[in-house]
Every structure is written in structure tokens, then in C-alpha cells.
């Protein structure tokens, strides 16, 4: 029979009894170490995520060195390059689990260097590599493994210190996806251009892991959270804090709204990074240069960065899971009013128009999904539950992108001209399947999203009722 006790730990942390430094009297040292540990957490992203939402500026390339027959790339499909992303993105997610027990067992610094340290070998790596498994492994596999362990203290550490300002917090931090973009899209380009995309690597890694490094200094737990890990990692010999990952509660993990927040998180993500990775590539089927190629990246990641913080700022005021189902339901009207016409137009300037709009609206509205989701889940599960959740939904969004990114690169078609030469290796029509799949892929995510927040209002006593949360 279910005891008061068991029925209070399903149950999430009410926003005001969160144990969050935020809530103690407000000094200019502790404004000070809000913001410090703010602006760390975005340097990770900006550096680590930030710079694989540039790497459309990678795929344009070597899909034109596929037709070079003495490249890396030489004879590879639009999918087969498009697993060196995928691939990058899903162990960014996928080793969670992982980053998220070592960052509350040790020292976040210490993770962090880690990381770092497998970013720029990863880096340099793929810069001396010959053939595209070795790209697949190295620029994909481990230079995701290393970003992801960066990666989660950035995005589990600061939601502890806030209450309050949560939403704006986490926007602020994971708008350096689109600041890191905006930034690394054209000095992508322009150093591939002046010094080959080997040196490229070489260059973006060795920045990286070095800004990477220097923000682990400043990433902590808070003091009452350090208190909590301290009495929770007592027990555990060395090995087991290396090997053993922090499992979710069994009434969680089996609860209705656990599995309504997986499902959104895996459909989301295995729609969200399909445009990210092919605007480059498609904006050459518009007629547009590579120059303006990698501008278009640019431009949709500055979007992406100031949607995060406004829709952050928005969330704290409307409710965290009110804004997450609001954008995602915009999100998903996206792919099929916008992308799917531009695809399907009959003149190249219609195309541009509908892709443009395309840009700006799912920018704003799919972005802020990433922004919003580590705030709902300590909304839905509570502070005490919030870190082996969050490893775990990370967790399963990187394996639905290596699902999802994928089958929509195979759905991709190329076209040839009468010679067996391609002249941009696909037309715009050739991505109506995938725009097809990623707006049905939102959509199913918008439903899973509304799920969450029916079972948040009907599922406790703590937020029966309310329609702000």
C-alpha cells in the first residue's frame, strides 16, 4: 500500500521551496557568482554545441569533395557525411549519463578538462585522417564524447543556483548554441578557405578546448548542493564512482510522465538537427553561393540565440511548460508551411522567400526546445531527481538523432544531369522527404509535450490546478 511518503516523491519540488542560492539575501558577491557561473556555462556551449550547429558548413564541403575522386569523400552519399554530424550530436547526448555522475562526484573542473582534453585530440584526430570512417569516428564519435563531457556541467550545474530566473538563466546559457553559430559559421568558412579544412580542425580545436578548460574553473555546485553529493558519495569506493551512473527512482522512471517527457525529448531531437545540418547544403540548390551558404548558418543561429533568451524570459513568466508546449507546436507547423513549399516551388526566387521565413520561424520556435527542457524537467520531477533525469533524457535524445538525422540525409535525393554529373548534388525537390519527416516528427513531439503538461496539472497536488507552470 502506498505510503504518504511514497506518494510525496513523485512529487516536484514546489518553486519556492527549491534549495537554490537565488533564494538567499542578495549581496553583490552573490549576483557576482550567479553571473560568473552564467557566463562559464555559455562559453561551454558556445565552444562545444555551439560550434557543431556550424558544421553545415562542413557538409557543403564535403559533399562538393565527393565528386573528387581523390578525396576523403570520394563516391560518399549525402547520408554517409552526414553521419560525421550525426554522430557528433548523439554522443553529445549519448554518453550523459556518464558526464552527469562524474560532474556530481567530482570536482566539475575536473570533468571538464576531461572533455576538453578528448575535444582537441578528437580535433587533431580528424584533421590527419584519410578516409570517412576515420572522419566518422573521430570529427563524429569521439569529438561528440569530449563535447558532451563539457557538455552537462554546463547545463546541470547552473538550473541549481536559480529559482526564480531559471528560464532566463538556461536561455541565456544555451543561446551560445546560436552565438557559437553566428560565430564560427563565417570563421569556419574563411579559414577553410585560406588554410584548408585539415588546418581548420586543427585551429577550431586547439580554441576550444583551450576557452573550454578556462571555464571549468568557475563551474560549481552550490554550497547547499555540494553538502547533498558530499553525504551521497560517501559510500562509494573510486571505481564505483567511475563506473556507476546514477540511475532514475524506479516510481519515476516507470511514471506516465517520465515516459510522455521521453517520448517529446526523443522525437524533438530526431527531427530538430535535420535543417540545422543541411541549410548550407540546401541553400546551394537555391542558387546561393557558399559564401552566403555559410551566412544563412549564421543568420539562422542568431535567431536561435536570441529566440532561447526571449522564450526564456517569456517561460519564467507563463509557465516553463506552457512555453515548451507553445513553441513546439509552433515549431512543428514549421517544416510543412515553410520548408515543404520552398521545396516544392516553381521559381528559385518563391524557394528563397519560403526558406527565409523557414530560417527565422524555426530558428526561434524549434531552438527553444534545448532552452526549456532542463527548466521543465525540475518543474516535473523536482530538484532531487533533476540530475540522473537529465542524463538519462540526453541520453535517449542522442539516440534518436542517430535515428532520425540519418534517415532523413537517405531520404534526400541527388539528381544528375544527362552526362552522370550532378551540378549541387541534389535539387531543392530532392528534400521534400525530409522536410515531410521532420514536420511529422514535431508534430508527434507537440503531442508528447502536451502530455507532460496535462500529467503535471492532473498528476499532483503540488501543481493541481494551476495553469502557470
Given at each position: 500500500m502506498p505510503t504518504q511518503a511514497d506518494a510525496l516523491e513523485l512529487q516536484p519540488a514546489a518553486t519556492s521551496t527549491l534549495p537554490s542560492p537565488e533564494g538567499?539575501?542578495?549581496?553583490?558577491r552573490n549576483?557576482?557568482?550567479?553571473?560568473?557561473?552564467?557566463?562559464?556555462?555559455?562559453?561551454i556551449v558556445i565552444c562545444g554545441p555551439g560550434l557543431l550547429f556550424a558544421y553545415g558548413v562542413f557538409q557543403e564541403l564535403f559533399e562538393s569533395l565527393s565528386y573528387d575522386e581523390s578525396s576523403p569523400f570520394s563516391g560518399a552519399s549525402t547520408a554517409q557525411i552526414d553521419l560525421i554530424g550525426t554522430l557528433s550530436v548523439s554522443f553529445m547526448f549519448m554518453a550523459g549519463p556518464f558526464a552527469t555522475a562524474w560532474c556530481k562526484r567530482y570536482r566539475p573542473r575536473y570533468v571538464i578538462w576531461l572533455g576538453a582534453a578528448i575535444f582537441l585530440l578528437a580535433s587533431m584526430l580528424a584533421s590527419v585522417s584519410a578516409h570517412l570512417w576515420q572522419f566518422q569516428l573521430t570529427q563524429g564519435l569521439l569529438l561528440g564524447v569530449g563535447i558532451c563531457i563539457t557538455y552537462?556541467?554546463?547545463?546541470?550545474?547552473?538550473?541549481?543556483?536559480?529559482?526564480?530566473r531559471r528560464g532566463l538563466a538556461m536561455g541565456i546559457v544555451l543561446a551560445g548554441t546560436g552565438i557559437g553559430g553566428v560565430f564560427w559559421a563565417p570563421v569556419l568558412r574563411a579559414l577553410i578557405s585560406k588554410a584548408g579544412f585539415r588546418n581548420t580542425l586543427r585551429i577550431s580545436g586547439a580554441i576550444c578546448s583551450t576557452f573550454m578548460a578556462m571555464a571549468g574553473l568557475v563551474l560549481e555546485w552550490p554550497?547547499?548542493?555540494?553538502?547533498?553529493?558530499?553525504v551521497e558519495n560517501a559510500s562509494l569506493s573510486r571505481t564505483a564512482s567511475i563506473f556507476t551512473i546514477s540511475l532514475v527512482d524506479w516510481k519515476v522512471a516507470t511514471s506516465r510522465k517520465f515516459v510522455a517527457h521521453a517520448l517529446g525529448a526523443m522525437l524533438q531531437s530526431a527531427a530538430y538537427y535535420t535543417p540545422v545540418f543541411f541549410f548550407a547544403s540546401y541553400t546551394r540548390t537555391l542558387g546561393y553561393s557558399q559564401a552566403t551558404s555559410a551566412s544563412f548558418i549564421a543568420l539562422s543561429t542568431a535567431i536561435n540565440a536570441i529566440g532561447k533568451v526571449l522564450i526564456g524570459y517569456a517561460a519564467d513568466r507563463i509557465g516553463r511548460l506552457n512555453a515548451l508546449f507553445l513553441t513546439t507546436m509552433v515549431?512543428?507547423?514549421?517544416?510543412?508551411?515553410?520548408?515543404?513549399?520552398?521545396?516544392?516551388?516553381?521559381t528559385q526566387s518563391e524557394g528563397r522567400c519560403f526558406f527565409i521565413a523557414f530560417i527565422v520561424f524555426y530558428g526561434i520556435f524549434a531552438s527553444a526546445y534545448a532552452a526549456l527542457f532542463p527548466t521543465s524537467l525540475v518543474e516535473v520531477f523536482g530538484v532531487q531527481h533533476f540530475?540522473?533525469?537529465?542524463?538519462?533524457?540526453y541520453m535517449a535524445r542522442g539516440v534518436a538523432t542517430l535515428v532520425g538525422t540519418p534517415?532523413?540525409?537517405a531520404l534526400i535525393h541527388r539528381s544528375k544531369h544527362v552526362d552522370g554529373k550532378a551540378s549541387v548534388g541534389v535539387?531543392?525537390?530532392?528534400?521534400?522527404?525530409?522536410?515531410?519527416?521532420?514536420?511529422?516528427?514535431?508534430?508527434?513531439?507537440?503531442?508528447?509535450?502536451l502530455w507532460v503538461r496535462i500529467e503535471a496539472t492532473l498528476g499532483t497536488n503540488v501543481h493541481r490546478g494551476k495553469w502557470r507552470l
Open positions: 538567499q539575501p542578495c549581496s553583490s549576483k557576482m557568482q550567479h553571473a560568473f557561473i552564467v557566463v562559464a556555462a555559455t562559453v552537462m556541467p554546463a547545463v546541470s550545474i547552473p538550473p541549481t543556483w536559480f529559482d526564480r554550497p547547499s548542493r555540494k553538502a547533498a553529493l558530499a515549431s512543428s507547423v514549421t517544416a510543412p508551411a515553410l520548408w515543404l513549399p520552398s521545396c516544392l516551388s516553381s540530475a540522473s533525469v537529465n542524463g538519462v533524457l534517415l532523413a540525409g535539387t531543392s525537390r530532392g528534400y521534400e522527404n525530409a522536410s515531410i519527416l521532420v514536420g511529422c516528427l514535431l508534430v508527434a513531439a507537440t503531442l508528447a509535450v
